[in-house]
């Protein structure tokens, strides 16, 4: 009983927990962090030397609070080792803070500590570059950096963050100036607007030279998170419905299997209301203990899940609330209470006789009886068909045992589901990768970091040829990127020319088709959409007074630069004369082609030109490694709380069965033989909740993905959802049989070690 309460409490707590923290992710850390409504940028040199009038903007109309002034520079932050070629990092705004607190922007250190001393730097864990941990090594304008902290700020305020002498030698005009305010009213667009209205006017003459309102960097956030909800909130059911049904079942199961002795109280003058407060008192007092270990257990548990889901939503970790600390514990207990007290009541309403001949050998045992006599018919030993009979003799128990498995089968053939669907959206994202080989035709600057920027590319037309003649080359693709002016969009949007052979090698069409011949373009759904257009629809394109008129053909499955991209041939778009950033090139081998030689190779010819070729790199994104990390430990935690429902059930049956087992051994079963007879039993029960379960998982997973597509602004295609293909379901409704098996094996080895004399002491 203990144990029980305690796993279904620990899981329960989780689970809840979860759906907590999926509410209002960002409001929530936001507000904790006191974050900033508006975060202001002032020229230093207009205020640098006159710092009291930044003061007096503090007490400006609509001002609640003000921190600041801060130091900043705009840098460009190159980690200390090779960079890919062709890499240049984006510049990263960094400010100068003696410490994360104050009373704005309390920013919470994730990893490491804060920067006390000149070459330390932290970073944002929002943008932190890959592969950069505490201790690497940054290098801003000539100055090498040792990263000892990563923090994050629900505002978003900075990009890194030094102490504040650090900032004056990284800009050689001198740093600007950094404010950041709470304002008394910034529900909407208006409010935060009429608020720098009033901060600019407290500040005359000043150079504000840019203003970040926090309802920006609060949709940018809900849309990163929206995807992960509809899952999270999918498992936390999951987790509470589980924990609830072990906890019933174990508890009723306990109660029915003490049958007999409340027919004994019964005929010893004991009233049905004092049955029912014995039992609930011996089922409370370990459940108790469970209850108080099991909330101990689940905030123990919660802190690294609850750092990933904080990880997912881009939000310093949060930890259990403690009313979910109260209200689990006390729910599990009422439902404990509720399952004991009742199916104890009503057993001791009935006559004494009634009861103690029931718990003798009443319908259960004459059932299993006529279940061992239809099924010994069969050709299989003695022990399969007394395991097979054994699910009949307890329906209802058989029932329950079966639930619980249904629900871990569900969980498993959910979690495989999401994950394939994940790793397919990963792979099938990004349609310009592609081919085995990837060229690209700029060369790191040989200086490293510091050296200038101007770094001529090689001539793409020269590396074609290159490609062309080269052995092992079987096709290859150009693309190239720019920016360009779209009608009807404001900003303009990315742009990628195509050159060369099946340049839609490797895509994914949500509709219609990848263009073929001149004057056509595809584009992702959230291009669609931003645009008012559809497939079929044209629109144009200008650069400097250039335009070019596209017809959209088809929709791209598209993840990135939040599926704004226009993708045509370049011969499209040759009129604009647009200035493209260096060209990649896709290169599929010849089959039998060594990988490793063909770049050594190729290598030694591209170099002298400028470019490099190098293996493709696997596709890789942080968010769908969260959500995928997620799905195994929410998974495992679920199967786990199966497991212990499977246990528990068959704990009780063992010790129901007890006298029979003595029996069965007296006339000659063998210890191997009692663990074959019990896991047949629980191996049967898995085989039908898994039948059971797959499909509901199945069909869940189909409908929670595209929940999450929409969530986070795109369409899922239909061919990454399903997964459930070929001879996977079978394998899912096998699930079963794994999972009720682990959770009896610990009874069927007690079963086959209990001693015949001992056993038979039950008679």
């Known amino acids: ?427 099938g994202g990004d349609p310009d990768r592609s081919g085995t080989v990837t060229v690209r035709t700029v060369l790191p600057p040989e200086d490293g970091p510091g050296a200038p920027a101007a770094v001529r590319p090689a001539d793409p037309d020269a590396v074609a040829r290159v490609l062309e003649g080269h052995a092992g080359t079987r096709s290859f693709r150009r693309t190239a990127r720019t920016e360009v002016d779209v009608a009807g969009l404001t900003g303009g949007a990315p742009l990628v020319a195509y050159e060369g052979e099946d340049t839609g090698a490797g895509t994914t069409m949500t509709s219609g088709r990848w263009f073929a011949a001149p004057g056509e373009a595809v584009v992702a759904g959230r291009f669609l959409r931003a645009s008012g257009l559809r497939v079929g629809d044209g629109l144009v394109v200008s650069e400097q007074g250039r335009s070019a008129r596209l017809t959209i053909v088809g929709e791209v499955f598209d993840l990135g630069d939040d599926g704004m991209t226009l993708r045509t041939a370049g011969q499209s778009v040759a009129a604009l004369e647009s200035p493209y950033l260096p060209a990649v090139f896709g290169v599929e081998l010849t089959a039998g082609t060594d990988r490793d030689r063909y770049l050594a190779e190729l290598n030694g010819i591209l170099e002298p030109l400028g470019a490099r070729a190098s293996a493709t790199e696997g596709p890789s994104s942080s968010v769908l490694s969260a959500m995928r990390g997620l799905i195994a430990v929410l998974t495992l935690m679920l199967v786990a709380v199966a497991g212990l429902g499977v246990l528990n059930t068959v704990v009780l049956d063992t010790r129901d069965r007890v006298r029979d087992q003595g029996i069965l051994k007296a006339l000659g079963m063998t210890p191997r033989q009692t663990v074959v007879q019990v896991l047949t039993g629980v191996a049967v029960i898995g085989l039908a909740a898994g039948a059971v379960g797959a499909p509901l998982g199945a069909a869940l997973h189909r409908a929670v993905m595209p929940a999450m597509g929409r969530a986070a602004g795109f369409a899922i295609p239909q061919a990454f959802i399903d997964v459930h293909g070929g001879a996977l379901p079978v394998l899912m409704a096998l699930a079963g049989v794994p999972i009720a098996v682990a959770g009896a094996l610990a009874p069927a080895f007690w079963a086959a070690r209990t001693r015949t004399a001992r056993a038979l002491r039950a008679e």
């Open 1 to 427: 009983m203990a144990l029980t309460t305690l796993i279904a409490v620990a899981a329960a707590l989780q689970a809840l927990g979860l759906l907590v923290s999926s509410r209002g992710p960002f409001d929530r850390a936001f507000e904790g962090q006191h974050g900033a409504h508006l975060t202001v940028r002032f020229a230093g040199s207009e205020v640098g030397g006159r710092p009291p009038r930044l003061a007096d903007s503090a007490r400006a109309a609509r001002v609640a609070d003000a921190a600041g002034p801060y130091p900043l520079a705009s840098v460009r932050l190159w980690p200390v080792r090779e960079t890919p070629p062709g890499y240049t990092p984006p510049p990263s705004t960094l400010v100068g803070r003696a410490a994360p607190d104050g009373p704005v922007d309390r920013v919470a250190l994730v990893d490491g500590r804060w920067a006390t001393a000149p070459g330390e730097i932290v970073l944002e864990r929002a943008t932190l570059p890959p592969g950069i941990r505490p201790g690497a090594r940054v290098r801003a304008e000539q100055i090498e950096l040792t990263v000892v902290g990563i923090a994050s700020s629900a505002g978003r305020s900075a990009d890194a963050w030094v102490v504040p002498e650090q900032v004056a030698g990284l800009t050689a005009a001198g740093p600007d100036v950094q404010m950041l305010y709470r304002l008394t009213a910034a529900g909407t667009a208006e409010d935060v607007r009429a608020g720098q209205e009033a901060i600019t006017a407290a500040v005359p003459g000043a150079a504000l030279t840019g203003a970040r309102s926090y309802l920006d960097v609060r949709q940018v956030a809900q849309q990163n998170t929206a995807a992960f909800i509809p899952f999270l909130t999918v498992f936390a059911l999951l987790g509470l419905a589980m924990s609830v049904l072990v906890i019933g079942t174990v508890v009723s199961g306990t109660v029915v299997a003490g049958t007999r002795r409340i027919g004994i109280l019964k005929s010893l003058g004991f009233t049905p209301l004092q049955v029912g407060r014995a039992y609930l008192a011996q089922a409370l007092l370990p459940a108790s203990a469970g209850a108080l270990l099991g909330a101990l257990l689940g905030n123990a548990l919660a802190v690294p899940v609850m750092a990933q889901v904080a990880q997912a939503y881009g939000t310093a970790a949060v930890l259990v609330p403690v009313w979910v600390d109260v209200l689990v514990p006390a729910a599990a207990l009422a439902v404990v209470a509720a399952t004991a007290f009742v199916p104890a009541l009503r057993a001791a309403r009935m006559p004494a006789a009634l009861v103690i001949g029931r718990a003798a050998g009443g319908t259960g045992a004459r059932r299993g009886l006529r279940a061992r006599r239809a099924l010994g018919r069969l050709p299989l030993p003695r022990s399969v068909i007394l395991g097979l009979a054994g699910p009949l003799a307890r329906p209802a128990r058989s029932a329950a045992t079966a639930s619980a498995v249904a629900f871990g089968a569900l969980a498993v053939t959910l979690a495989v589901g999401l994950g394939s669907t994940l790793v397919a959206v990963q792979t």
